[in-house]
């Protein structure tokens, strides 16, 4: 059977998500790696009508490109694997964008691309959800809400067919689900970048530990991702059933309630995975 290599990447545009999975030819029916820093052939240009888009091109059909892109500070804002991409930079300032071809041979770094918006595109952030999520410049803070902090759903809800059972038990009368207790609390904000900060509860004591980072807000899917070692803020003792906590299902989002549902992937009580929803409400 022919194999097929697949390079599976997570691609985070500013303020868009992509989960990229391409088909290449066989790896093995590659020329072996010829390539040199110096000779590789892409582009990295911003749009003449736009200059917070640039536009990312692999000029060398031979190679499997691989793009990561930074703001100023070094936070990784995404990657691609596309052999022709775009990416949005609404905010002003310097990003570096870092190409890369993989051969059968071996890959391949070229010299980093530095890239300067002069200014923001304020027009990118024109749709409402974006000031329900983050109030903006001056930022937004949610917490859990204990009317109903938690609950579980099939996999595709809530969509208006198939797999989308839900069920969020009311808090009163079913406290089993998690304590009652101040887990901590997320913070998202626009000021000059995609920032958060998530405040985490440990699950046995009154601990806390503060992360700070960036974040990707995919509307059109419904997407939320946290970057550079930030999680989701969480309640009760469901940490362990979920391997992926910084890549998220936005269920539910208006100017006053927040639902996010991470996959339970691992078996309780030999249930199986399903979604597990967690409800926010703004800090007071």
């Given at each position: 059977?022919?194999?097929?290599?697949?390079?599976?990447?997570?691609?985070?545009?500013?303020?868009?998500?992509?989960?990229?999975?391409?088909?290449?030819?066989?790896?093995?029916?590659?020329?072996?790696?010829?390539?040199?820093s110096?000779?590789?052939?892409?582009?990295?240009?911003?749009?003449?009508?736009?200059?917070?888009?640039?536009?990312?091109?692999n000029?060398?059909?031979?190679v499997?490109?691989?793009?990561?892109?930074?703001?100023?500070?070094?936070?990784?804002?995404?990657?691609?694997?596309?052999?022709?991409?775009?990416?949005?930079?609404?905010?002003?300032?310097?990003?570096?964008?870092?190409?890369?071809?993989?051969?059968?041979?071996?890959s391949?770094?070229?010299?980093?691309?530095?890239?300067?918006?002069?200014?923001?595109?304020t027009?990118?952030f024109?749709?409402?959800?974006?000031?329900?999520l983050?109030?903006?410049?001056?930022?937004?803070?949610?917490?859990?809400?204990?009317?109903?902090?938690?609950?579980?759903?099939?996999?595709?809800?809530?969509?208006?067919?198939?797999?989308?059972?839900?069920?969020?038990?009311?808090?009163?009368?079913?406290?089993?689900?998690?304590?009652?207790k101040?887990?901590?609390?997320m913070?998202?904000d626009?000021?000059?970048?995609?920032?958060?900060?998530?405040?985490?509860?440990?699950?046995?004591?009154?601990?806390?530990t503060?992360?700070?980072?960036?974040?990707?807000?995919?509307?059109?899917?419904?997407?939320?991702?946290?970057?550079?070692g930030?999680?989701?803020?969480?309640?009760?003792?469901?940490y362990?059933?979920?391997?992926?906590?910084?890549?998220?299902k936005?269920?539910?989002?208006?100017?006053?309630?927040?639902?996010?549902?991470?996959?339970r992937?691992?078996?309780?009580?030999?249930?199986?995975?399903?979604?597990?929803?967690?409800?926010?409400?703004?800090?007071?």
């Amino acid at each position: 059977m022919k194999r097929i290599l697949y390079i599976v990447i997570t691609a985070i545009t500013i303020g868009s998500l992509l989960f990229s999975c391409e088909p290449v030819e066989d790896r093995e029916s590659l020329p072996a790696i010829t390539q040199t820093s110096s000779n590789l052939k892409f582009s990295v240009t911003q749009n003449a009508a736009n200059k917070n888009v640039v536009i990312l091109k692999n000029e060398d059909p031979t190679v499997i490109p691989y793009w990561k892109y930074t703001d100023a500070a070094g936070n990784e804002l995404g990657h691609s694997n596309k052999g022709d991409d775009q990416v949005t930079f609404p905010f002003a300032g310097k990003y570096t964008v870092y190409f890369t071809a993989y051969t059968r041979g071996g890959s391949v770094d070229a010299a980093p691309v530095v890239v300067d918006v002069a200014q923001n595109d304020t027009s990118y952030f024109s749709d409402p959800k974006w000031n329900m999520l983050t109030n903006g410049v001056d930022g937004k803070t949610w917490v859990l809400d204990f009317i109903d902090p938690v609950g579980w759903a099939g996999l595709d809800y809530p969509a208006a067919s198939g797999d989308n059972w839900n069920w969020f038990p009311d808090y009163a009368s079913n406290s089993w689900v998690m304590p009652n207790k101040d887990w901590g609390e997320m913070h998202f904000d626009l000021n000059g970048g995609y920032n958060t900060k998530v405040t985490q509860t440990a699950i046995a004591s009154t601990e806390q530990t503060t992360k700070t980072g960036t974040y990707g807000f995919d509307m059109a899917n419904n997407k939320l991702s946290f970057n550079g070692g930030v999680e989701m803020l969480y309640g009760g003792d469901y940490y362990g059933d979920v391997s992926n906590w910084y890549s998220v299902k936005v269920v539910e989002l208006s100017a006053t309630s927040l639902r996010l549902a991470v996959i339970r992937d691992k078996s309780r009580k030999g249930e199986g995975v399903c979604l597990i929803v967690f409800h926010y409400k703004p800090k007071p």
